[in-house]
């Protein structure tokens, strides 16, 4: 489809459209990143209801119900506009106004981000999910000693309601400083046993005691440098602007087109960092059987 939108002009008459109403650069950008976002999240609605109502209800996974699914999807679509649209007014004002756009957008960017995983645990995933405090009890206990034995201090530790959506067992660390926080999925209390849920916390400790995230986020750093260094050079070549039909090079239509462009090649540039993850796994994995003997 996005095949057919492209050979049959879609994105020329998308530009000459937002074009007609006049506005600034900056806000006719923020228009076309709505408009196509949101043709974009029609486009895979019917292919996530699919995999959520077809695929893992099939394998017995799905807790889903419709009503859910529907609102997940709305305060998506709400927190991607609160935060979304200033971040991206903020990289179109910078490429319109700074000759070192890219390296400030790279930076701005980067900010973002670590500002996302600090409030992520505290404000937007409570958006999403159910998080309660975990009871006094054996496994708390359990935890707690874990933690002190690893010289790993633990505070917070929640449940979350995951058997709201599905069946699955998880668990997770999210945030960093003080804002972290151990997340306990209720699917896993009530398929597994106390030391087999003492174990996966242990490979979860394993990851930040080997210091596995800030090499994630160096590496996610250099990721993003690469991006918005191919991107300098794509916004201010008239080529790309002319493959896809548009005769009014935007810095908006731009971006968007890169990422059209650049998506192929993501999965060559996002190899190094899918060997790195694996490698990681299994050196939790070998913590957590050291730490649980």
């Given at each position: 489809?996005t095949?057919?939108?492209w050979?049959l002009g879609?994105?020329a008459?998308l530009d000459?459209?937002t074009?007609?109403?006049?506005y600034?650069?900056?806000?006719?950008?923020l228009?076309?990143f709505v408009?196509f976002g949101?043709?974009q999240?029609?486009?895979?609605?019917?292919?996530?209801w699919h995999?959520?109502?077809?695929?893992?209800?099939k394998?017995?996974?799905?807790?889903?119900t419709v009503?859910t699914?529907i609102m997940?999807?709305?305060?998506?679509a709400?927190?991607?506009?609160?935060?979304g649209?200033p971040l991206?007014a903020?990289v179109?004002?910078l490429f319109?106004?700074?000759?070192?756009?890219?390296l400030y957008?790279?930076?701005?960017v980067?900010?973002?981000?670590?500002?996302?995983?600090?409030?992520?645990?505290?404000f937007?995933m409570?958006l999403?999910m159910?998080?309660?405090?975990l009871e006094?009890g054996?496994l708390?206990e359990?935890i707690?000693a874990?933690?002190?034995?690893l010289?790993f201090?633990?505070?917070?530790i929640?449940?979350?309601d995951?058997?709201?959506?599905?069946?699955?067992?998880?668990a997770?660390?999210?945030?960093?400083?003080?804002?972290?926080?151990?997340?306990l999925f209720?699917t896993?209390?009530?398929?597994?046993s106390?030391?087999?849920?003492?174990a996966?916390?242990a490979?979860?400790?394993g990851?930040a005691k080997l210091k596995?995230v800030?090499q994630?986020?160096?590496v996610g750093?250099?990721q993003t440098a690469?991006?918005?260094?191919l991107?300098h050079f794509?916004?201010?070549d008239t080529?790309?602007?002319?493959?896809?039909?548009?005769?009014?090079p935007?810095?908006a239509?731009g971006?968007?087109?890169f990422?059209?462009?650049y998506r192929?090649?993501?999965?060559?540039?996002?190899?190094?960092?899918?060997?790195?993850?694996?490698?990681?796994e299994?050196e939790?994995?070998?913590?957590?059987?050291?730490?649980?003997g």
């Open positions: 489809l095949i057919a939108f050979v879609g994105f008459v000459r459209w074009l007609s109403f006049g600034s650069p900056v806000h006719t950008g228009l076309l408009v949101a043709l999240s029609l486009l895979s609605l019917p292919f996530e995999n959520t109502f077809s695929l893992e209800a394998y017995g996974f799905n807790k889903t009503g699914f997940d999807r709305v305060k998506g709400i927190l991607s506009a609160v935060l649209l991206g903020l179109l004002w319109e106004t700074q000759p070192l756009a890219a957008g790279w930076l701005v980067t900010a973002f981000s670590l500002l996302v995983s600090w409030a992520a645990p505290v937007l409570p999403f159910k998080f309660t405090p006094d054996a708390r359990a707690l874990l933690g002190q034995r010289h201090p633990v505070q917070e929640y449940l979350v995951g058997s709201r959506r599905s069946s699955k067992a998880n997770f660390f999210t945030g960093f400083g003080k804002s972290k926080r151990i997340a209720d896993l209390l009530v398929g597994h106390q030391d087999e849920i003492v996966v916390l490979h979860e400790i990851h596995h800030p994630h986020l160096v750093l250099l690469l991006l918005f260094g991107l794509a916004l201010h080529r790309l602007y002319a493959a896809f039909g548009v005769g009014h935007s810095y239509m971006l968007i087109l990422s059209l462009v192929p090649w993501s999965v060559l540039l996002d190899a190094p960092l899918q060997v790195i993850t694996r490698r990681h299994f939790a994995d070998s913590f957590a059987a050291r730490a649980m």
